[in-house]
């Protein structure tokens, strides 16, 4: 039959605790041996009438026989309640402790200086208490030294205590050895008892101590394995992003030669087939140009579908704020239309997410303008509300009352979706975007 280790733990755990239980008991058979035995020959003077006779050779008078059982079991039964009271100041334990000895020392003098294994008793108990060794040793030491004290034979030689073989010299020579050698037999178990809890409770705490140093081993192992786990998990993390990345530009570059590829091949081809038929076909040339046209748009299409997710060089190379003025002026340039900006906020602390947005929408925004507005002034101005950042984007241009969303509001408004914020729009005078994005936590004081 297996034994669990765990049970085994449990057992070795209790075993100081039953021996100590097992000393407490034996104390117990003691007094009342001790105290019945002493009680049964104080009567048996009294009822033979040779009391006068037993007070003149101890020139004390002892305590009433029926008084005898009844004051020592009282007193023993407060100590074993004091005893189960836990202390866990040193206050209290030292209060405690002064009180069990003070009681140990009142049971030591009903039964005459006779028995004091009870103080065995109480340095056992004390014992648990201290994992310290040099507490443990100091407290020791202190109540042995009153072990020593209460010994009879040091007590009686300057106080008037009446010994035990007195009181039991009512018994003849045979029966008187007989019981004081049960007596000692049981002070010798008493004795051995205590050893035996001393070993076993050195035994437990080496045990104990021992468990903790394997554990200890244990967890630096399981931490050690955690770490280089976390090392090879840092590391597959690395590589998956490498990876992805590569899949990602690959897929890009396969989409782009696809898309855009397969449009310039059918435009170069429809170019070459115009000019051969130019001179002899116009129409037919016509009809074939309006055919390349649309091959361009869808290309277009398919082109602003395929990099849509690509972040703009421009923010590679510099800050938001500067890639904003960078792109604007540009346009300003290939396009001779007016820009007039108005950057009233700092526009840093935000992320690489936050800032292909900020950067998509403004750009988006002025192409518009140009491309189906037909304007030649744009006014632009990027500001703080509250925690949102407000893009404005304005223009003289054509207008439209009737808007239908295009591709280029339609990613604008997907891009904003993906930080929470909103996209409003109106075209009865020119054409006018305005745009919110909340500002993240830790950004707003860098952009006061």
């Known amino acids: 039959m297996a034994v669990d280790k765990r049970d085994f733990d449990m057992n070795e755990e209790y075993v100081p605790k039953y021996v100590l239980s097992m000393m407490k008991n034996l104390n117990m058979v003691v007094i009342l041996y001790l105290t019945m035995v002493t009680a049964h020959s104080l009567s048996g003077y009294i009822f033979e ?5 037993f007070l003149m050779k101890v020139k004390r008078i002892p305590m ?4 005898l059982p009844m004051v020592s079991i009282g007193l023993y039964v407060c100590l074993l309640l004091l005893m189960s009271i836990p202390s866990r100041s040193k206050t209290r334990f030292l209060l405690k402790t002064i009180m069990e000895l003070s009681i140990v020392f009142a049971i030591s003098y009903v039964l005459n200086f ?24 100091l407290l020791v030491a202190s109540i042995f030294v ?17 010994s035990i073989e007195a009181c039991w010299a009512y018994y003849n020579g045979e029966t008187r050895s007989l019981l004081l050698g049960f007596k000692n037999i049981l002070n010798s178990f008493n004795t051995i008892f205590f050893i035996s809890y001393t070993i076993v409770l050195i035994l437990t705490e080496v045990r104990e101590k021992e468990r903790v140093l394997d554990l200890n081993e244990r967890l630096n192992l399981v931490n050690q394995e955690l770490r280089t786990a976390n090392e090879k998990l840092e590391e597959f993390a690395r590589e998956s992003e490498k990876a992805a990345e590569t899949r990602e530009r690959n897929r890009l570059a396969r989409e782009i030669h696809d898309t855009l590829g397969h449009s310039l091949t059918g435009i170069a081809t429809g170019i070459d087939a115009c000019v051969m038929l130019v001179d002899i076909a ?12 649309n091959v361009a748009r869808q290309g277009i299409k398919d082109v602003r579908r395929s990099v849509k997710a690509l972040r703009p060089d421009a923010l590679e190379a510099m800050d938001l704020k500067s890639a904003l003025i960078q792109m604007m002026e540009e346009t300003k340039k290939s396009t001779g239309v007016e820009i007039v900006y108005s950057l009233e906020t700092k526009l840093k602390n935000f992320n690489k997410d936050e800032e292909d947005v900020i950067y998509r929408i403004l750009q988006e925004s002025i192409t518009n303008a140009i491309r189906h507005g037909k304007a ?3 006014k632009v101005r990027i500001e703080r509300e509250f925690q ?5 984007v304005e223009d003289n241009g054509i207008g439209c009352k009737n808007i239908q969303k295009g591709f280029g509001l339609h990613h604008m408004e997907e891009r904003l979706d993906m930080l929470k914020g909103s996209l409003s729009c109106g075209g009865d005078k020119g054409f006018v975007i305005d745009a919110s994005i909340p500002i ?3 950004t707003e004081e860098e952009n006061d």
């Open 146 to 162: 009153l072990y020593m004290l209460m010994d009879y034979d040091l007590l009686s030689a300057r106080y008037s205590i009446i």
């Open 282 to 293: 116009p129409e037919a040339t016509k009809e074939q140009l309006k055919a390349i046209a």
């Open 49 to 53: 009438n040779s009391a006068m006779d």
């Open 114 to 137: 006779s028995y004091t294994g009870l103080v065995l008793l109480i340095i056992a108990d004390t014992m648990s208490y201290f994992s310290d060794m040099k507490q443990r040793i």
């Open 64 to 67: 009433e026989p029926w008084k």
């Open 388 to 392: 949102m950042l407000k893009i404005h």
């Open 376 to 378: 030649d002034k744009i």
């Open 440 to 442: 993240r936590w830790g």
